[in-house]
């Protein structure tokens, strides 16, 4: 089992930055594939980025160049650094991972069925 917690949401001005830390705990390794959701009520889970065992990164369009995912492995500590901010980025933002299988196993937001998640941290961008 893994257990993952989110910190670091909070309210911030459009263009300013965020910092989200996730604690990830329990049964996971350093080859787990984990990533950063959001979600806005009553619309569908938005995968805004991924990093796999190897540190390669697979981001959303609408966050490149603005936000950075990054992991501490001797920390077990999964990071996302949000950079000029906007008002669309308004969300509960959810830390989750997933252990590889496969040769094929490809640790992107929109191809991984994550298996764990954490309870989520509100991320609010004020105009």
């Known amino acids: 089992h893994v257990q993952l917690v989110e910190s670091g949401g909070g309210s911030v001005q459009a263009g300013g930055s965020l910092k989200l830390s996730c604690s990830v705990s329990?049964?996971?390794?350093?080859?787990?594939?984990l990533g950063w959701f959001r979600q806005i009520p009553d619309r569908e889970r938005e995968g805004v980025v991924a990093?796999?065992?190897?540190?390669?990164?697979s981001h959303a369009d609408s966050v490149k160049g603005r936000f950075a995912i990054s992991r501490d492995n001797a920390k077990n500590t999964l990071f996302l650094q949000m950079n000029s901010l906007k008002p669309d980025d308004t969300a509960m933002y959810y830390c989750?991972?997933?252990?590889?299988?496969?040769?094929?196993?490809?640790?992107?937001?929109?191809?991984?069925?994550?298996?764990?998640w954490g309870q989520g941290t509100q991320v609010t961008v004020s105009s």
């Open positions: 990093i796999d065992g190897d540190g390669a990164t």
């Open positions: 989750a991972a997933d252990p590889p299988s496969g040769s094929d196993y490809d640790c992107r937001p929109g191809r991984v069925t994550f298996g764990y």
């Open positions: 329990g049964d996971a390794d350093n080859e787990y594939c």
